[in-house]
T-cell receptor
Framework: DTGVSQDPRHKITKRGQNVTFRCDPISEHNRLYWYRQTLGQGPEFLTYFQNEAQLEKSRLLSDRFSAERPKGSFSTLEIQRTEQGDSAMYLC????????????????FGPGTRLTVL | TQLLEQSPQFLSIQEGENLTVYCNSSSVFSSLQWYRQEPGEGPVLLVTVVTGGEVKKLKRLTFQFGDARKDSSLHITAAQPGDTGLYLCAAMIDVYNTNAGKSTFGDGTTLTVKP
């Protein structure tokens, strides 16, 4: 069981730089989610994919954020012109999707990428 | 407005004590998950509850889903220092009736168990 993996685990960047994170989901999972988590809060939904289609984006996802899942497997999350307010843990999760039985489409999380914007 | 309210926000107890944490909402959910998260790591799934009134046990942890599927509780018996962590509840709203919805999270209960 390889689980969900994320790379890098930590990223320190200067304000205004672009950063890109990668997520590799569990292989048979159709859905992939991105969340952001700041200290003292639970994860906040950013966006999700069903295979390669991006089905929903949160209003938290400004135009500086873009996510892709080109082949329906791994996904990337890019942040352009980073701001200090972007500092957070970025979490990726995957789930079976519509193949799951009723109410059991549980999301499994990766270890996260900790972003610090100086 | 937070869809899921978790209480208490912080809990510090001695090893061997029992505790209960709560997850409440005014909305009905198709399922609810409990996760445990350690600093610098992603949440790790503990349990999924689906049926109203359902009770699940995982060693010293007992999870209950409310009859109306709006709330849940997590009870830990004889807490140990290894139970220390952030306990998150997450609820799934089956928005498209496809058995696959997005999850919304509470802000968690930070549990510290002192030896």
């Amino acid at each position: 069981d390889t689980g969900v993996s994320q790379d890098p685990r930590h990223k320190i960047t200067k304000r205004g730089q672009n950063v890109t994170f990668r997520c590799d989901p569990i292989s048979e999972h159709n859905r992939l989610y991105w969340y952001r988590q700041t200290l003292g809060q639970g994860p906040e939904f950013l966006t999700y994919f069903q295979n390669e289609a991006q089905l929903e984006k949160s209003r938290l996802l400004s135009d500086r954020f873009s996510a892709e899942r080109p082949k329906g497997s791994f996904s990337t999350l890019e942040i352009q012109r980073t701001e200090q307010g972007d500092s957070a843990m970025y979490l990726c999760a995957s789930s079976l999707g519509i193949t799951a039985t009723v109410g059991t489409d549980t999301q499994y999380f990766g270890p996260g990428t900790r972003l610090t914007v100086l | 407005t937070q869809l899921l309210e978790q209480s208490p926000q912080f809990l510090s107890i001695q090893e061997g004590e029992n505790l209960t944490v709560y997850c409440n909402s005014s909305s009905v959910f198709s399922s609810l998950q409990w996760y445990r998260q350690e600093p610098g790591e992603g949440p790790v799934l503990l349990v999924t509850v689906v049926t109203g009134g359902e009770v699940k046990k995982l060693k010293r942890l007992t999870f209950q889903f409310g009859d109306a599927r709006k709330d849940s509780s997590l009870h830990i018996t004889a807490a140990q220092p290894g139970d220390t962590g952030l306990y998150l509840c997450a609820a799934m709203i089956d928005v498209y009736n496809t058995n696959a919805g997005k999850s919304t999270f509470g802000d968690g209960t930070t549990l510290t168990v002192k030896p």
